[in-house]
């Protein structure tokens, strides 16, 4: 199964493109992942300006499988990956990292690393929903909720009009976290939606009984958005 490194890299401004050139440029993260097959990063997007603090950069790596993951922490720690480690923390206050696997049903699961391309790409930036969902019921219960209620509605929604689309669903693996936690990475489908979403309340009657939000409060009463947009460069998008 692959493994996803999540990391929130607080950058320090006036670096940001020092930073940037770290992963996408030849003998950065990206360029020095590809020379096997053992991990690949698939996103670098940058917290939208106006949406929460300055100069936040998530990032995610994909790794082939725990195996493969203590080869690319020993990379870092004392191997080949260890000077370029010590150069990127220069241009950035502190990083926060965590281990996610994707859940069964997660559109996106296991990633096959060889053909994720090592060479930046040429591509429109892309809008992305990262929610981040701390629930009180059992993390099960919340997970079958996102599974049979959530995912079916975003599906229903007509092509035109859908905000969002649910590309990964992750949980934190074993001891990655201090508590229970569960994360969709959601593509923006609409931008005329997510401005609708920003700009007008939500209407009573999608927060009355037997609406998503009401029996979402079921199993939780906080998370936390963020709105990412993907570099042009980024393998996915």
């Not at 206050?93 to 696997?101: C, E, G, M, P, S």
């Not at 429109?124 to 019921?137: A, H, I, Q, V």
Request: glycine fraction near 6%; hydrophobic fraction near 40%.
């Amino acid at each position: 199964m692959t493994i996803y490194l999540h990391e929130i890299h607080r950058v320090v401004g006036k670096r940001e493109d020092e930073f940037e050139a770290a992963f996408r440029d030849a003998g950065g993260w990206m360029d020095r992942l590809g020379r096997d097959d053992d991990a690949r990063l698939v996103w670098y997007a940058n917290q939208v300006h106006g949406t929460g603090p300055s100069y936040h950069v998530v990032t995610i790596t994909a790794v082939e499988d725990g195996a493969a993951w203590e080869r690319l922490a020993r990379r870092v720690h004392d191997g080949d990956l260890h000077d370029w480690a010590h150069d990127v923390d220069s241009l950035r206050h502190d990083v926060t990292a965590k281990l996610l696997l994707p859940v069964r049903w997660s559109p996106i699961g296991t990633i096959d690393l060889a053909s994720v391309s090592p060479e930046p790409a040429a591509h429109e930036p892309t809008l992305f929903m990262e929610d981040t969902g701390w629930p009180e019921s059992s993390l099960d219960e919340y997970l079958a909720f996102w599974e049979d209620d959530y995912h079916p509605m975003l599906a229903r929604q007509p092509e035109a009009t859908r905000l969002l689309e649910i590309q990964v669903c992750w949980v934190t693996a074993l001891g990655a976290g201090l508590r229970p936690e569960a994360i969709l990475w959601q593509r923006v489908h609409s931008h005329q939606a997510l401005l609708g979403l920003l700009t007008t309340e939500v209407p009573a009657a999608l927060k009355g009984p037997g609406s998503y939000m009401a029996k979402a409060l079921e199993f939780r009463d906080q998370w936390r958005s963020r709105l990412l947009r993907t570099s042009s460069w980024s393998p996915r998008w």
